[in-house]
């Protein structure tokens, strides 16, 4: 994982004109569309995204129409250029964004009554903001053996949405580099290692920013009960600000910035 | 002799209560079934899970006595970590089962056995429900929703809002109990004592009524098995089990719940996916009748002493008055029920006072200690075991199960049996003994989604099978 981190705009006055949802808006230059959306105040729903993290553009679930565009560009991962013309809601994102989530249901084992993180998962939160009342894809329900070998945590690959904030977080943030996505396609799951027992991988710190991360019940804390998980995503933004000595350019100067992370 | 009709299971009527009565040669009543669901799979759909999940998870699967599941579920994984539970968590569990005996006990007496009892068994069954008992008894009907309510908000004081909360936890409980939850349940006690000792009123008023039923509804000898104190005090959720004989003579005292595989055994049957539990030294054989025993209200009553507070304690020596020392009929689960609800009252007004309970200190951690974990509780229905094992890292390996409904199996099949004697007249089957046969069973308190409709009304089909396992005639009620 070695893209460029989140572009963080500078004190600099916005000077690039762009037209979002048919308001006209300034962005700064060589930001993304995500970046400007919430920066005016327009929700766009993201999974993979996390500020302070690189990006990986993987759940398309900030997908937006933009003029001229065939495809639907991701907004995390799309600077803006001037005279861009970008919407951010319509009928064909609307649908677009139902799949994604119900086929992430589909594929996984969430049986949210019995999940650590129920009422702080971000997947229920995507299920419920984009109308996703129920499933018309066959439910897979797999039953991946959970990895509770490790002292401090657990994980259910069952709930994992292959999001890579881990990964990411582990390799970037942390630097031991513990996990990976092995294999691809409905093949593809989160390995831990050299595919082992994530209690035997010696590089883990146990310091518990994937845990964190994750945005749904795959990853916890050992012993944790149903409903009891809340992930703490904004820690990572706290984190690679003080590093950076950034926290001056964003908004709210150096609070921790978790009330924006968690979708909204 | 005649041969048992296989019924297959799947073909279970949906939602309805099935009940075959098996005549013999003679054209008498020889045997009598009644087919009872369980929680299908489920001990296969708990392997795998972390051992934290499980309270939840099983309280999830029974929606009927979800708290009980948790408490029995719960202490399960206080086993298996290996820790003892901090007081304050010890009285605010104690809480949340004690309410939940009212809410359930409340609900079986005033919505679904009231109407029988007060209305009369041969009432018209459109009028003999619990909207039939509001125009009749209308105070009755009020008090009793107020009750629940009550029992209501002593469960959600500890588990949370929500039917199938998330306060019981494995090691104690999820929060520490606050002042102005003691000030609401303070509150609302005196009117729930109210309402419950008019109801015993009620229902001791009621006795000479029903002799006959008395003495037909499962009045027969059977083992009793419950938790209960050293000295024979009523217990609900601590502490040992114990055993006694249809004459009252002790069998087997403080046996520990983990232990339950040295006394009982679980007959698997053809007809049902209920396991049979029965009383292992009493069999000899394939069949587990010889073993019979009842758990629940009656079980509890009869193997107690005493209540050890004073207005249940009262009403006991009351019954036994009229009883004796054991109260045989299965129709005095009644009574027993609601000198639990009494009781169950005067145990939370000791324990609200409690300066213990609010202390903060409410959940031990600790990792995995133990391969295997116990936890036994005083369901409403009768004493549930739930038994697990783990792995080295506490993911679950097998579970076992044992509830109320099927601990009562045996009694219920001879509760129907007898019923079925006295009252099927020739090879037709009339409503006076469908109701009576629904109300022998209502006696336990099964815990099928049905038996518990709303209505008053079980959904059931009553079955009377020849020795060829032809259906002679067949009722049903929907
Ligand atoms: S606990 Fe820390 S070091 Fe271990 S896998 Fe998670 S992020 Fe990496
Ligand atoms: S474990 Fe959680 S954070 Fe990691 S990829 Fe899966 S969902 Fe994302
Ligand atoms: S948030 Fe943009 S692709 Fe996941």
């Known amino acids: ?91 064909t994102l609307a649908n677009h964004r139902r799949r994604i989530v119900a086929l992430l249901f589909a594929e996984g084992s969430h049986v949210c009554a019995a999940c650590v993180a129920s009422g702080a998962c971000e997947l229920q939160d995507l299920a419920s903001e984009n109308g996703v009342d129920h499933i018309s894809y066959e439910m897979t329900f797999p039953r991946t053996p959970v990895d509770a070998s490790h002292p401090k945590f657990i994980l259910d690959r069952d709930r994992c949405v292959l999001c890579t904030r881990c990964v990411r977080v582990c390799d970037e943030i942390e ?53 009891e998980l809340h992930a703490d995503p904004g820690l990572i933004a706290f984190l690679t600000d003080a590093r950076d000595g950034t926290w001056d350019d964003r908004a709210g100067g150096n609070e921790r910035r978790d009330d924006e992370e968690v979708a909204p | 002799m005649h041969d048992i009709h296989t019924i297959d299971p799947v073909s279970r009527i949906e939602g309805h209560a099935k009940i ?72 605010q569990r104690q809480l949340a089962n004690l309410g939940q005996i009212v809410q359930s006990h409340v609900l079986s007496f005033f919505h679904l056995s009231a109407p029988d009892l007060l209305l009369g068994m041969d009432a018209d069954p459109a009028t003999r429900n619990v909207f039939g008992l509001m125009q009749t008894e209308p105070e009755i009907v009020r008090g009793g929703i107020r009750l629940r309510q009550f029992g209501q908000e002593v469960i959600e004081s500890v588990a949370g809002q929500r039917i199938h909360g998330k306060g019981i936890v494995p090691g104690g409980v999820a929060d520490p109990f606050t002042t102005e939850k003691r000030n609401a349940i303070r509150s609302g006690l005196d009117e729930a004592l109210g309402s419950a000792t008019q109801a015993l009123a009620l229902l001791t008023s009621l006795q000479d009524r029903f002799t006959r039923e008395i003495e037909v509804f499962g009045r027969f000898d059977s083992l009793y098995l419950s938790h209960c104190a050293p000295d024979g005090t009523w217990e609900h959720l601590d502490g040992k089990l114990r055993i006694i004989d249809a004459e009252g003579a002790t069998v087997i ?63 006991l020596a009351d019954l036994r008055e009229r009883t004796g020392r054991i109260a045989a009929s299965s129709f005095h689960y009644h009574h027993a029920r609601i000198l639990e609800v009494i009781a169950s009252l005067e145990r939370i007004d000791g324990i609200i006072d409690d300066p213990v309970l609010l202390d903060p200190r409410v959940r031990a951690q600790a990792g995995i200690n133990a391969r295997r974990g116990v936890g036994a509780s005083e369901a409403p229905r009768g004493t549930l075991f739930h038994d ?48 009576r046969v629904e109300a022998g069973i209502r006696a336990y308190d099964p815990c099928l989604s049905c038996s518990t409709h709303a209505m008053g009304q079980m959904p059931m089909v009553l079955q009377l099978l020849a020795p060829d396992g032809d259906v002679v005639c067949e009722r049903r009620r929907e």
Not at chain 1, 187 to 214: F, R
Not at chain 2, 46 to 56: F, K, Q, V, Y
Not at chain 2, 270 to 277: E, G, M, R, T
Request: proline content about 8%.
């Open chain 1, 1 to 91: 994982m070695t893209a460029a981190p989140t572009p963080r705009p500078g004190g600099a006055r916005p000077s690039v004109p762009v037209t979002l949802d048919g308001t006209d808006v300034l962005a700064h230059e060589g930001e993304t569309i995500l970046a400007l959306a919430r920066r005016v105040g327009v929700p766009i729903p993201t999974l993979c995204q996390l500020d302070g993290l690189s990006v990986y553009g993987g759940c398309r679930l900030c997908s937006v129409e933009v003029a001229g565009e065939h495809r639907l560009p991701l907004a995390c991962a799309t600077e803006v250029v001037p005279e861009m013309e970008v919407r951010t809601t319509s009928p």
């Open chain 1, 175 to 227: 630097g031991a580099h513990v996990w990976d996505i092995a294999q691809r396609g409905n093949q593809a799951h989160l390995i831990a290692g050299m595919d082992q027992p994530w209690g035997e991988v010696s590089s883990c710190t146990w310091c518990g920013k994937c845990v964190a991360v994750c945005p749904t019940g795959a990853l916890a804390w050992q012993g944790t009960a149903p409903g």
């Open chain 2, 20 to 91: 075959t009565l098996h005549l013999d040669e003679d054209g008498g009543v020889a045997d009598a079934r009644f087919h009872v669901t369980e929680f299908r799979g489920f001990e296969e759909f708990c392997r795998g899970r972390p051992l934290a999940e499980m309270p939840s998870l099983t309280a999830r699967t029974c929606g009927i006595c979800p708290v009980s599941h948790l408490l029995a579920s719960a202490k399960a994984t206080d086993a298996i970590h290996a820790v003892s539970i901090p007081p304050a968590a010890t009285l």
């Open chain 2, 253 to 315: 005292d403080q046996l520990d719940p983990a232990d339950y595989r040295s006394v009982l055994g679980e007959a698997a049957k053809h007809d049902s996916y209920l396991k049979v539990p029965y009383y292992k030294p009493l069999v000899t054989g394939d069949d587990p009748r010889p073993g019979m025993y009842r758990v629940g209200p009656l079980a509890r009553i009869n193997i107690a002493e005493r209540f050890g507070t004073p207005i249940a304690d009262a009403g």
């Open chain 2, 388 to 435: 697990y094992e783990v792995d080295d890292h506490g993911v679950i390996t097998a579970v076992n199960l044992i509830i109320a409904t099927g601990q009562n199996e045996l009694a219920m099949n001879r509760t129907i049996l007898d019923i079925a004697r006295e009252y099927v007249d020739g090879s037709t089957l009339t409503d006076g003994v469908l109701n």
